[in-house]
Nanobody
Framework: QVQLVESGGGLVQPGGSLRLSCAAS????????MGWYRQAPGKQRELVAF???????NYADSVRGRFFISRDNAKNTVYLQMNSLKPADTAVYYC?????????WGQGTQVTVSS
């Protein structure tokens, strides 16, 4: 059993920053890809960013240059540094881990960008 616990969401003004964290616990032997998705009201869940076990990263066009994903393998934790936030970034953000071919999701954390 694997559990993912997210933290760091909240309310921020446009142009501000937030840092999301997602810690995995449980029966973890090797985490392959780690990533963040988001889902805004009335929209489909979309990939924001992911990072492979080797450290390769990829970003959605809408966040490239503003968001940065990183991971701490010793802590089984993935981070998402979000800068220059826009109202369009408002969504529930979900952590995703691919472990031995099985995908796991966090419970989601709300990010609201508003003045």
């Amino acid at each position: 059993q694997v559990q993912l616990v997210e933290s760091g969401g909240g309310l921020v003004q446009p142009g501000g920053s937030l840092r999301l964290s997602c810690a995995a616990s449980g029966s973890i032997f090797s985490i392959n890809a780690m990533g963040w998705y988001r889902q805004a009201p009335g929209k489909q869940r979309e990939l924001v960013a992911f990072i492979t076990s080797g450290g390769s990263t990829n970003y959605a066009d809408s966040v490239r240059g503003r968001f940065f994903i990183s991971r701490d393998n010793a802590k089984n934790t993935v981070y998402l540094q979000m800068n220059s936030l826009k109202p369009a970034d408002t969504a529930v953000y979900y952590c995703y881990n691919l472990i031995l071919g099985t995908g796991y999701w966090g419970q989601g954390t709300q990010v609201t960008v508003s003045s």
